[in-house]
């Protein structure tokens, strides 16, 4: 760890901040994604069974 | 992904604009997304732990130099998606491929938190810096109104129903949107006021920051930008499920 | 949403649509009063040849029978609303306000509309709609004095208007994809 | 082209409230702020022109809201989109009308209004200088807000979304041309920016404006 | 009663922007403060309490405009109306799905917009607690109001008209906590004013609402 | 509107509303619902026994099929929603947002609200508008278990439903006066 001096608070919440809207996106946008694929293969499954 | 094996799909040109079939572009992604991720990982990682340990205090602004390797590659990135969506959106306009209708509404979510981190940072920066969170200055100015144009921008795909009246809509707004995003950049050129930062990452050497500063920026700046190439085209390839989803059930509906 | 269908429609002439709720007949006409762009095939005959009538009338409620038609006929370019008043027999009607009109009312100044618009092709979208007997006869009044006048008339109806004009069924060439699938969807599918 | 006009002017009269409500909420904006801010006239003088420009801006905001989704709803857009009127040209109409409508309106009243905030004396004459200038922008921008959203149901909330970040080039100099005025600065520079914005946003949006208005017709 | 809660905060978010528009015009409202009365840090800081109430309240009567019309429209007034439930619970019920969707996401905003108008430190628990006491007044207010215009064809700015001046007590004692608050002075006063009109129009409003609403449906 | 109008309903009864359009069958249902005060008569039978049907259905396009029922059973405090999508053959389309229904779907939707409402009086506004013949015949076979549960209905229509169901005519009930002038304009008659 190196010595931020007086400005620990500002360097290390930038870093923390920063790094947590990120992953947050990242997190969000894989959920959605498996999410989307997960109901495209039943709806396609379905119309399948259909056809 | 099951969407490849669909047999009946029209010819379409090859070349680059072949990408333009939603099938093609999501086997390509598939193809390139692992790389991407491992990439931008690799790169991101690099960058911002050979940035934050191992890079010296400046003699001025002390340890707060650090915040560069976050802020300045958010910011860059933050207005090059726009003009990455302007791009796309002005490709859905005169050529009407779909795909690239969806890859602009796609990477405005992106776009937004480049947006919020690099106005984070900023503040963050600024307060020892400037001695204040924000202050009115023109690039601080138009980015925080670049910022307002995401949110209206996603509002205005949310809001609309039928997709192709949505990308319509947004690519005009994308259009008058870029006027903000040219000043954020350029705004210091104009007005040669303001407290905040002109060009330090010029080509011209004389001008540069550091060495010991510069090429662990570089990596962080390819970084995002490859974290950014692989959330776009990831989320691109989401948004052509959703639509495909939803083409299928509306057949469906029918009967 | 329609497909492979093509007519041509001479001075003089007048032509029926026919076809089921959904099939595509106000989709039609819209595109060939050129507000919806054609998925594909072409429309000859210049866009400022048309004057359409859609389901809704675009008259406003505040203004008296006489604004609303001087208004049209102002923005097309003319300047007698008197024939038109004549022609629906809308004179005692003159200085009410639209918004106290009955619905048949309306639609009567609906289709004077047309008339003041002085352009030759009327596309017309179930005129008849909330007319009475007599004001369906009116109706085809007009309908034939625009034809001898050497004017045309596409009219997508339901009932029987007593003109000897040709009826087109649009029922057959309907795509034989859905049409609630847009066009938008299908690249998708 | 008059027939539009002076349709839309009739019908705003008729109406009820096509002119009297931006002008009623503008005062209300501007019988809140004491009330927010506190009634001490020194400080209120000294915002006094920037909140007249909110003010007259928000007011212009929420008319929008009518411009034209009411001739979408009963069918008057469909139609002139086919008449011989270039939608540009019905477009800059309408916007000439919501001007006049609110902010004409606005412009007249704003003297008045400033007394409720203790404008400075010297301010008076800027205020009324800038927001005539300034107004016909927020028109005319307005107006494309309108017809991006004007399909959207209960879209008001977006168009403001929208809308307000193109208002703020608009508000920056007109209410620097306020400002400066009441404080006896030169005002040159700002009037001439604001000017040129407003000229520049005449000029371009009514073909932004009509490109999505066609949109939305389809 | 839990149902229609959790109906409306569902829709808030799949409907997309429940609760990110109220929040957007509110950054907006903030943002154009300091366009209009210059960038002066140290003038910003004093009207900052007073601005941000404003912006708040402007935020929460702008999204009023959905809170039963879109129910209205497909019917489902009615059916709630006779339903088991009676009227003025569902009412409250809608008022605070509208506080948490909008007046809610204000007060835990309202720090970081405070940077942007340089709130003196002091000042931010104040205003996060004026705003907390008195958002929920406002939704219910509001609710009146909706109820009140809810079969007017675009009565929103109408709407605005009647809920404003209703709304002047709670900015005034809400933006007096805050101001006091801000500048280190004693607040228990107009707190307790403050939660005295927010208890009270939480016990009565409900009533006028339902009473409003039902002449509505009629 | 209506005048000198009276009729009972039993337990395991249904009683059809015929009339032309604008007669007042709709008025009648909403004045039974107790959204309307009469304007003279009185109404037997507490408004909380009654469940009312709209011309619109009070569904939410943005919540899906058991979404939707949810709400409605949680609001009338009943819990079962699954009789209900099987009486309507809903089974499909549960997780469907309902903005993605067809028109006839939807008005399914609508009725098998009915179902859990749990409540013994149906008040139903022309049920069976946009639904085609197999889901009619759904509707009537739902109509009539709900009558041999015990409960009772009160049916506007203009179709016939193949119940053997009294039908009421509201025609001959109407007020001398004319419908179009309301109840408040008459003080200055
Ligand atoms: C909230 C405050 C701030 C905002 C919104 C902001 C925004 C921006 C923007 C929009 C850019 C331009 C990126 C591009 O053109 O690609 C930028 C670049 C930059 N910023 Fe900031 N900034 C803020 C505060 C600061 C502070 C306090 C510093 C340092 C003291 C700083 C240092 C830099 C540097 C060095 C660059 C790169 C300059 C260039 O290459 O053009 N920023 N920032
Ligand atoms: N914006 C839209 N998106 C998807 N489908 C649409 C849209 N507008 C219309 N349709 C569909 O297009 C079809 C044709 O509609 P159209 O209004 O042309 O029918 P029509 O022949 O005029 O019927 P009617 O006799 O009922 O007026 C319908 O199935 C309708 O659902
Ligand atoms: N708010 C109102 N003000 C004045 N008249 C009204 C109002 N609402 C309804 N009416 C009139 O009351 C009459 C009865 O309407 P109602 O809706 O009950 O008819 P209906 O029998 O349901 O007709 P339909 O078969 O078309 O549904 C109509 O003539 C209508 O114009
Ligand atoms: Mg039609
Ligand atoms: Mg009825």
Same mark, same amino acid.
């Given at each position: ?23 947050? $996106?990242?997190?969000?946008?894989? /959920?959605?994604? %498996?999410? &989307?694929?997960?109901? $495209?293969?039943?709806?396609?499954? /379905?119309?399948? %069974?259909? &056809? | ?255 | ?189 | ?218």
């Amino acid at each position: 760890m190196p010595d931020l001096g007086k400005y620990a608070d500002a360097v290390l919440s930038a870093y923390g901040v920063s790094l947590l809207l990120l992953a947050l $996106l990242i997190v969000w946008t894989l /959920r959605q994604g %498996r999410r &989307a694929r997960r109901a $495209l293969q039943e709806v396609e499954k /379905r119309s399948k %069974r259909d &056809a | 992904m099951s969407m490849t094996d669909e047999t009946s799909i029209p010819k379409r040109p090859s070349g680059f604009w072949s990408y333009a079939n939603p099938v093609k572009f999501l086997g390509f992604s598939e193809r390139v997304l692992p790389a991407l991720w491992w990439l931008s990982g690799i790169c991101l990682g690099v960058g911002l732990i050979w940035g934050f340990f191992f890079t010296p205090d400046d003699f001025r602004q002390g340890s707060t130099v650090k915040i560069i390797y976050l802020h300045v590659p958010s910011a860059l990135m933050a207005i090059n998606a726009w003009f990455m969506m302007l791009v796309a959106s002005l490709i859905w306009i005169v050529r009407r491929h779909h795909v690239s209708a969806l890859a602009a509404k796609a990477a405005a979510p992106v776009g937004v938190v480049m947006t919020l981190i690099a106005l984070f940072t900023g503040a963050v920066w600024g307060q020892p810096m400037w001695g204040t969170w924000w202050a009115w200055d023109p690039r601080l100015t138009s980015f925080l109104i670049l910022f307002l144009f995401y949110l209206g921008y996603m509002a205005l795909w949310a809001a609309i129903d039928d997709p192709d009246t949505a990308a319509d809509l947004t690519s005009v707004l994308c259009l008058v949107g870029s006027v903000f995003a040219v000043l954020s950049r350029y705004a210091v050129n104009f007005w040669n006021q303001g407290l905040h930062q002109g060009a330090s990452l010029s080509l011209d050497k004389e001008e540069n920051v550091a060495d010991v500063f510069y090429f662990p920026l570089l990596v962080c700046i390819a970084g995002f930008v490859l974290i950014f190439l692989a959330l776009v085209l990831y989320r691109t390839g989401t948004e052509i499920r959703l639509r495909r989803t939803r083409a299928l059930q509306a057949r469906e509906a029918r009967v | 949403m329609l497909d492979g269908l093509s007519f041509g429609l001479a001075p003089g002439q007048a032509l029926i649509l026919r076809g089921p709720n959904g099939s595509g007949k106000t989709t039609l006409l819209r595109t060939l009063a050129g507000l919806q762009p054609p998925l594909s095939g072409e429309i000859i005959a210049g866009e400022d040849q048309i004057a359409y009538a859609a389901h809704s009338d675009g008259l406003k409620a505040m203004l008296t029978v006489a604004e609303n038609l001087t208004f049209w006929a102002d923005v097309f370019g003319q300047r007698d609303i008197e024939t038109a008043i004549a022609a629906f027999s809308l004179e005692p009607l003159r200085d009410r306000l639209a918004g106290t009109l009955s619905a048949g009312q309306k639609r009567r100044l609906g289709l004077a509309r047309m008339l003041v618009t002085g352009r030759p092709i009327w596309m017309l979208d179930e005129p008849t709609v909330s007319l009475d007997v007599d004001a369906v006869a009116l109706f085809a009044g007009a309908i034939r004095a625009h034809l001898g006048a050497g004017g045309a008339a596409l009219i997508a109806t339901h009932i029987d208007l007593g003109l000897d004009a040709e009826v087109f069924d649009v029922a057959p060439f309907r795509a034989a994809h859905d049409a609630r699938v847009g066009a938008s969807d299908e690249a998708f599918l | 082209m008059k027939a539009l006009l002076r349709r839309d002017l009739l019908l705003a009269m008729r109406a009820g409230g096509g002119f009297g409500l931006g002008l009623a909420f503008f005062l209300i904006v501007t019988v809140l702020v004491p009330f927010g801010v506190g009634p001490q006239s020194e400080l209120l003088s000294r915002i006094a022109p920037g909140i007249l420009w909110i003010g007259a801006l928000l007011a212009c905001l929420l008319s929008l809201d009518r411009l034209l989704a009411l001739d979408w709803e009963d069918g008057t857009l469909d139609l002139l989109a086919t008449s011989p009127l270039p939608l540009e040209a019905a477009l800059s109409i309408k916007a000439l009308a919501h001007w006049i409508t609110t902010g004409l309106p606005l412009v007249l009243a704003a003297p008045v209004f400033g007394v409720l905030l203790s404008l400075p004396d010297a301010g008076y004459v800027w205020l009324v200088i800038s927001l005539a200038l300034g107004t016909p922008a927020l028109s005319v921008i307005g107006t494309f807000g309108a017809a991006l959203t004007v399909g959207v149901k209960r879209g008001g909330l977006l168009m403001s979304l929208l809308v307000l970040p193109l208002y703020v080039p608009t508000l920056i100099f007109g209410a620097e041309v306020a400002r400066r005025g009441a404080e006896g600065m030169q005002t040159t520079t700002p009037l001439l920016m604001l000017a040129g914005i407003t000229a520049g946003v005449i000029a371009i949006m009514p073909f932004a404006s009509a490109a999505a208005l066609r949109v939305n017709l389809r």
